[in-house]
């Protein structure tokens, strides 16, 4: 029983961190480029616009995405209380293996956010609706 409390604990860190990390991305962007801490991929990283967008839309992501995984998780450890060792370990790599690539998944989208919204030398790109009120 003390496995399966462990194996709980570590599987509802992920959300947990998901939901931590998101808000502190999306409220609290690290004030400068650097290559330790934050949403670092060349593109978010060509200057500080980028890097601030990178993070409000990943932070944002990570935040709601982080809740929804917290009820999925629970349900599905649920049914495996009182099973034995080898069965709880493999359902929790499971669900650690689904978790992480929603992790990486959820990069997918900011990196299309950041292309649509910037050109490749991080200059942002002029919405249609600008242009239409200057004609």
Same mark, same amino acid.
């Given at each position: 029983?003390?496995?399966?409390?462990?194996?709980?604990? &570590?599987?509802?860190?992920?959300?947990?961190?998901?939901?931590l990390?998101?808000?502190?991305?999306?409220?609290?962007?690290p004030?400068?480029?650097?290559?330790?801490?934050?949403?670092?991929?060349?593109?978010?990283?060509i200057?500080?616009? +980028?890097?601030?967008?990178?993070?409000?839309? &990943?932070?944002?992501?990570?935040?709601?995405?982080?809740?929804?995984?917290?009820?999925?998780?629970?349900?599905?450890?649920?049914?495996?209380?009182?099973?034995?060792?080898?069965?709880?370990?493999?359902?929790?790599?499971?669900?650690c293996l689904?978790e &992480?690539?929603v992790?990486?998944?959820?990069?997918?989208?900011?990196? +299309?956010?950041?292309?649509? +919204?910037? +050109?490749?030398?991080?200059?942002?790109?002029e919405?249609?609706?600008?242009?239409?009120?200057?004609?």
């Open positions: 029983m003390k496995f399966w409390w462990f194996m709980f604990a &570590c599987n509802m860190l992920y959300s947990v961190l998901m939901i990390g998101g808000w502190f991305m999306w409220k609290h962007t004030k400068s480029i650097n290559p330790f801490i934050g949403y670092r991929t060349r593109r978010s990283q200057n500080m616009d +980028t890097w601030k967008f990178a993070h409000e839309n &990943c932070g944002k992501r990570w935040w709601y995405v982080g809740w929804l995984m917290l009820l999925p998780t629970v349900l599905v450890q649920i049914p495996f209380r009182g099973e034995s060792d080898n069965v709880i370990s493999f359902v929790g790599l499971g669900i689904a &992480c690539m992790i990486i998944i959820s990069s997918i989208p900011t990196e +299309t956010a950041l292309k649509k +919204t910037f +050109t490749d030398e991080g200059v942002r790109k919405s249609p609706r600008l242009q239409e009120k200057d004609e």
